[in-house]
């Protein structure tokens, strides 16, 4: 089974910086997609960032330019790095990855998610 394990969150204040840091494990064969989503108490959790493995990327509209995400293929590694941070972006962020991994026989599909790292921004 592939696990995906967030690190990097805290608390900031508003126009600081994060570095989100997910590392999958476990019998991969290949990852395709790797995200980042969020979400907050009594709220449907949403998408931030999302990068497939030729690196295309794609964002929720509310980042405006201020997040990156970027993937490290040979660590299997994703990363998330948030500037100009709001109070707005107080949430957990969790990481997603999905893509192939090795069974007995053959490769099956995976689909794995972290179990959130705590962002909090300060005003």
């Known amino acids: 089974q592939v696990q995906v394990v967030e690190s990097g969150g805290g608390s900031v204040q508003a126009g600081g910086s994060l570095r989100l840091s997910c590392a999958a494990s476990g019998n991969i064969f290949s990852i395709n997609d790797m995200g980042w989503y969020r979400q907050t108490p009594g709220k449907q959790r949403e998408l931030v960032a999302h990068i497939t493995s030729g690196g295309s990327t794609k964002y929720g509209d509310f980042v405006k330019g201020r997040f990156t995400i970027s993937r490290d293929n040979a660590k299997n590694t994703v990363y998330l790095q948030m500037n100009s941070l709001k109070p707005e972006d107080t949430a957990v962020y969790y990481c997603?990855?999905?893509?192939?991994?090795?069974?007995?026989?053959?490769?099956?599909?995976?689909?794995?998610w972290g179990q959130g790292t705590q962002v909090t921004v300060s005003s």
């Open positions: 997603n990855a999905d893509g192939y991994e090795r069974g007995n026989y053959y490769v099956r599909t995976f689909d794995a």
